[in-house]
């Protein structure tokens, strides 16, 4: 909070005031010092006071974002905010997991993690159980031990956290990096500059008025000096840097509301210029909420669903549940259940209920096997997992080996039959099973499963699979395939891999992931909005193009593969970006290419990503977008934005959000301009008339700070415009004074100064104000003021009129304005007010003249509007 006050009083705009207080101190007038004095202090009470909130807004959205952590405690696996993690309990991590706190290795498949952060190591390091036997090791040789901080990049395992918080390894060194430094959006950047510029200007017009009033016969040189610092008040416009910090604060906070956590504050702006949504298909433009609908083997498929629909449930008494059609059905969902990480978990609230702990592919997977009353559980009990080669979105498949030497007793959960007699095994024999994308897995398969017998998978074979597969994937169905081979022996862990040869395919798993609903509509939203949706996904090109085709996202029938990138120049990549709307079976290594092609046509673009090597393409992308619910702790880590609900729909609901924000900084940029214009021209212009200041220092500053200050914060939350998603994006290099914003400035700025002027220029004589001063002081004070009240309400909109939001869609403007109004008239009328102001009492007659000229502003402004529309109308 200290240096957020420090912030506010080295700006330079207040030493010009601070400077102004001690002159008039020197100048032996003290009412003046204390008055300005009062004024700073205001000044940064309110900027303090705003971006106060700003910070604790953000940082409130930080916490937020502090990722949830799996861990198993008194027998239940759960997920658990990273910070309520304590010493003893034992945290799961896979790939794309941050380590939460510092632990012991306890379990480890091929656990990987990079510990570059701590060590300065770049590669990943093994993670094992074995002991280590030296007392004193340097950290990055502790292979069992895990720390706070650092990314698991391959593998899985678990961890006994043994410390915590600022006891850990990162926790000692945590002071070198607590200071984060908050970045400055190009927004702010470009208003530091503007305000360099004003502040020069400031320093010319003192100059230009100083002499102007030296000309004057017999000039008084305190009241030139006096005149000359309310002129370069006026040309500065106090309140505008905190108004944007706030209105970008509150903005996010909004965005939150919908359901989108900004983790930079940048990105609320550059939301407003995305011209092309790179999306993930899984999760994001589907609901994730998958379904085994099909068990398809050699050529024979089994509609699950309708099945289910006759009233089948998981571990339903013998004649609820679903019976296998052949005996490949049976061997087709052991092995999806054997080789998989989700788990079944019994709810908490419904004892009877069933539910699925991890992805939701796999969980899918078990509840079909369940249905057929094989548990997962079960299984693994029977089949112990005694080996594995993790899930990698590169390799579309993983693999599990299993041992058969255990007890036989599951039998009976396989319907019937042992994996001995399905796999023509004896005992002392391992299994590897493997699932993944059927493409791939008839790659490396030689033989299929038949009905008790293995052939080998001739060309014939090959087409019919691949017939099908395509079958399924056109309908939309997310298909996934199961193959198989015995091992004699277990194989040495590295060498792994290599069993992923030489298999029998079983057959594949089809998946209904229905497209989620408001997606299609939030495309059109975009289309119509300017901005492309682009699909990208690890998918089959036909499942993704079906998908596709039924949200509105393909134009074409065009589809780029994984393995068609990575053949691709660059050259041939930028010729074809524009026109591509899907590409399927992607590694995340091409999405960087994608955005990279895109870029360079200039676009700017949100990327979706939720594993750990799409944090490249995340950082990349202009708006690296993350998974709330689904997404890696990486991910997120590498994002600007998390979506809380993983949903398509609120990313667009953002990028609306950032267009309403963008253009309410711009609208309050632009009223309070044009006012300070209006009234900086209004002081020259009567200094050459070789009149007296119509406006003292004081009532510039209450102009400044609350007249201009108080609408320009209720602007801030003012709603989007009807078209904000009906036209094109800004472009981000725009200057901020483009698209009619010095026309606007130019042309309202003229009309204060005209009216205002005006006034002063007849007003002096008219209402004796050699002798009398305060009343025509008072007049061009209280039109101002009234000006400026009608322009908020008019600046509402760019082009609409005044009433096209309706009056009362937003209050606080209308508070603002009343408020102001009230103040304004207690300043003309209440005693004290009088003396700190220098104002007097009007007639009834002079305040209908102010009020006259000020809704003559106004008019003015909303004729310009109406020529604004037939314009655009033409
Ligand atoms: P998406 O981009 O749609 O999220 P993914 O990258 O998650 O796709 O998956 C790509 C492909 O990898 C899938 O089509 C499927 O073939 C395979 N796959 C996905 N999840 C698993 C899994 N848990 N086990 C085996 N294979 C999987
Ligand atoms: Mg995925």
């Not at 330079?12 to 007038?29: D, E, M, Q, R, T």
């Not at 395939?481 to 091992?487: E, H």
Request: hydrophobic share 45%.
């Amino acid at each position: 909070p200290l240096l957020i006050l420090w912030e506010q009083l080295i700006n330079p705009l207040v030493l010009i005031l601070i400077a102004a207080a001690v002159v008039s101190g020197v100048l032996n007038k003290w009412d003046s010092t204390i008055a300005i004095g009062v004024i700073v202090v205001l000044n940064a009470a309110l900027g303090f006071f705003q971006e106060y909130r700003a910070e604790q807004a953000m940082a409130a959205l930080k916490r937020m974002s502090a990722p949830a952590v799996r861990v198993r405690r008194g027998g239940r696996v759960l997920d658990v905010k990273s910070n309520e993690i304590v010493p003893g309990d034992i945290v799961i991590v896979e790939a794309g997991s941050i380590i939460p706190a510092d632990g012991r290795v306890i379990e480890s498949a091929n656990l990987r993690v990079l510990e570059a952060s701590l060590t300065g190591e770049s590669l990943p390091v093994d993670k094992s159980t074995a002991p280590l036997f030296n007392e004193e090791m340097p950290l990055g040789d502790r292979h069992n031990m895990v720390y706070m901080g650092t990314a698991v990049t391959y593998g899985r395992g678990e961890a006994l956290i043994t410390t915590t918080g600022m006891k850990t390894e990162l926790g000692k060194i945590a002071t070198l990096i607590q200071g984060v430094q908050g970045e400055r959006t190009p927004l702010q950047r470009r208003l530091d500059e503007l305000g360099k510029v004003l502040l020069v200007l400031a320093l010319v017009i003192i100059a230009v008025a100083f002499s102007l009033g030296f000309l004057r016969p017999a000039p008084n040189i305190e009241d030139l000096f006096v005149a000359a610092v309310a002129i370069a008040v006026a040309v500065v416009p106090e309140g505008l840097p905190a108004v944007v910090t706030i209105a970008l604060a509150l903005g996010a906070q909004r965005m939150l509301r919908r359901q989108a956590l900004i983790r930079k504050l940048p990105a609320v702006e550059t939301l407003g210029s995305v011209t092309v949504i790179c999306s993930d298909k899984t999760g994001t433009l589907t609901e994730n909420r998958m379904t085994v609908k099909v068990l398809d083997v050699a050529g024979h498929a089994q509609d699950v669903i309708e099945m289910i629909r006759q009233g089948h449930s998981i571990m339903g008494s013998d004649d609820q549940r679903l019976k296998f059609e052949t005996q490949g059905q049976a061997l087709l969902v052991a092995g999806a259940a054997l080789c998989n990480d989700a788990l079944l978990q019994i709810e908490d609230d419904n004892p009877n209920e069933y539910a699925a702990v991890g992805d939701p592919t796999e969980g899918a997977l078990l509840v079909a096997a369940g249905r057929y009353g094989m548990m997962k559980a079960t299984l693994d009990t029977a089949y112990p997992r005694v080996g594995e080669v993790p899930f990698e979105s590169d390799r579309k498949r993983m693999t599990t080996v299993h041992d058969l030497s255990g007890d036989e007793s599951a039998a009976a959960s396989l319907n019937g039959t042992s994996l001995h007699s399905l796999l023509g095994t004896g005992s002392g024999e391992y299994v590897a099973f493997t699932k993944g994308s059927v493409d791939g897995l008839l790659d490396i398969s030689t033989h299929i499963w038949l009905e008790n017998r293995v052939e080998p998978l001739d060309a014939g074979w090959r087409e019919r699979i691949t017939a099908s597969n395509d079958t399924l994937a056109r309908n939309g169905l997310r298909v996934l395939g199961v193959a198989y081979c015995t091992l004699e022996s277990l194989p040495d862990p590295d060498d792994l891999p290599q069993v992923e040869n030489g298999l029998v395919f079983v057959g594949m798993v089809g998946m209904i992931d229905p497209p989620r609903p408001e997606v299609k509509d939030a495309v059109a939203t975009s289309k119509t909005a300017g901005i492309r949706t682009v699909m990208i996904t690890g998918d089959h090109p036909l499942t993704a193009l079906s998908i596709a085709h039924d949200l509105g996202i393909a134009r074409n029938d065009r589809v780029i593969t994984g393995h068609e990138l990575a053949s691709m120049t660059p050259e041939q990549l930028d010729a074809v970006v524009e026109d591509v709307d899907v590409y399927a079976r992607v590694a995340p290594e091409h999405k960087l290419n994608i955005v990279a092609a895109l870029q360079k046509r200039g676009h700017v673009i949100a990327m979706t990503g939720d594993g750990v090597n799409d944090a490249p393409a995340l950082r990349r992308a202009n708006i690296g977008v993350a998974m709330g619910i689904t997404g890696t702790a990486v991910s997120k880590e590498a994002s600007d934005m998390v979506l809380l609900d993983d949903n398509f729909a609120t990313i667009v609901r953002a990028t609306e959000e950032g267009r309403t924000i963008y253009d309410n900084v711009r609208r309050f940029i632009k009223y309070i301009l044009a006012s300070n214009t209006g009234e900086v021209f209004v002081l020259l212009g009567t200094q050459a008339a070789g009149l007296p200041l119509p406006l003292n220092t004081l009532q510039i500053l209450y102009m400044n700070l609350v007249t201009d200050g108080l609408p320009a914060l209720a602007l801030a939350v003012e709603p989007g415009e009807k078209d904000v998603m009906r036209r094109p994006p800004f472009r981000p290099s725009e200057s901020l004074f483009a698209r009619g914003m010095w026309q606007h400035l130019v042309f309202v700025g003229a009309l204060i100064f005209g009216t205002s002027f005006a006034l002063s220029l007849l007003g002096y004589p008219a209402y004796d104000a050699a002798n009398h001063p305060g009343v025509w002081s008072t007049m061009v004070f209280t039109t101002l003021t009234l000006s400026q009240m009608g322009h908020a309400l008019a600046v509402r909109s760019d082009k609409e009129t005044l009433f096209s939001k309706g009056l009362f869609s937003n209050v606080p403007l209308l508070l603002a304005v009343g408020g102001t109004v009230l103040l304004q008239m207690a300043i003309i009328y209440v005693k004290p007010f009088q003396q700190f102001f220098g104002t007097a009492s009007l007639t009834l007659d002079q305040l209908a003249v102010c009020l006259g000229l000020s809704l003559a502003v106004t008019l003015g402004i909303e004729i310009r509007k109406a020529f604004l529309r037939r314009a655009d109308r033409a």
